[in-house]
């Protein structure tokens, strides 16, 4: 969108050395979620009232899958860490499976949802940078948390000054018309700079797998030793189990939403906990998992 991100990199930010970016790079999506926590209406609804207000495109499937979102943070990583990625490589999850029952749950415990952008560095050498796309609760506290509406935000950590947080509007047609008068303004006054000394960039290798702790969500049928069930599959992979939480007075035997947060853990290990129990027969959806930032 309008946020000056790029420019900031190559130029104003030449002298840094970036360890991590975490970021909110589509403004539809941001949208969206903010008005599903503020109306408590579903993912459908809003997402119209988005297209009529020009957030999204009549074809949603690049903001609300997470691909625009992925392409750009292909992008920052390679101006940034000076390696090219193919986007495809890119643990990509949209919103389409956010629920109300997920925010509410998040909200009770202290947390916003937010579809977060990670890009870190594991080895600079061989060119390799941990990438991930995915819904992620943030703490109310954090810079993230207030980032709503259409708004895109970038928090890039240097190894020299810290953090730098960029924030602006992401979607519509002045943030987008502004950012590409400026790209033009830029080429035509014949301006070129190379990000961080970067006289090449790597052809670069992706890892998905992060360490952090986790919010699964599960809606289950109502019968006894459901949550031992779940535990041994955790225990299985070495999981530890945080806490569970579940709010009463769901009177639907076939749908009992409930959550279970988890302590840190390898993200790669979590999802295979999460396949295994799919095969659970009194499962009505699928696990959701979400990161929880720190």
């Avoid at 943070?73 to 193919?86: D, N, Q, R, T």
């Avoid at 670069?204 to 919010?215: D, E, I, K």
Wanted: net charge negative; glycine share 10%.
């Amino acid at each position: 969108g309008a946020i000056p991100i790029l420019a900031a990199i190559r130029d104003g930010l030449s002298g840094e050395r970036p360890n991590e970016i975490l970021a909110i790079l589509n403004g539809t999506t941001n949208y969206i979620i903010t008005e599903m926590q503020k109306t408590g209406r579903p993912f459908a609804e809003i997402l119209k009232v988005a297209q009529e207000l020009g957030y999204a495109e009549a074809d949603p499937a690049l903001d609300v899958d997470g691909i625009d979102a992925r392409d750009k943070l292909s992008i920052l990583s390679m101006i940034a860490f000076g390696i090219i990625v193919e986007p495809d490589s890119i643990a990509t999850t949209g919103i389409t499976g956010l629920s109300q029952d997920d925010l509410r749950y998040a909200s009770d415990l202290g947390y916003t949802v937010k579809l977060i952008c990670s890009a870190k560095p594991i080895d600079r050498v061989a060119h390799q940078v941990a990438l991930r796309v995915t819904p992620s609760l943030v703490s109310k506290d954090s810079l993230f948390a207030a980032v709503n509406g259409s708004l895109n935000a970038i928090l890039l950590s240097g190894e020299f000054g810290g953090q730098f947080f960029f924030s602006g509007r992401g979607a519509g047609s002045g943030p987008t018309g502004s950012a590409i008068v400026g790209d033009i303004i830029r080429i035509a006054r014949g301006i070129k700079s190379s990000p961080f000394g970067y006289k090449e960039f790597g052809r670069g290798l992706v890892a998905s797998n992060f360490v952090s702790r986790h919010f699964v969500r599960f809606v289950t049928k109502d019968i006894p030793g459901v949550i031992a069930r779940i535990a041994s599959i955790f225990a299985k992979y070495e999981i530890s189990i945080d806490s569970v939480v579940q709010e009463r007075g769901h009177n639907e035997k076939e749908k009992i939403p409930f959550v279970i947060t988890l302590k840190e853990s390898d993200s790669s290990r979590v999802e295979q906990a999460a396949r295994e129990m799919q095969e659970l027969d009194f499962l009505a959806s699928r696990p959701y998992v979400m990161p929880i930032m720190s």
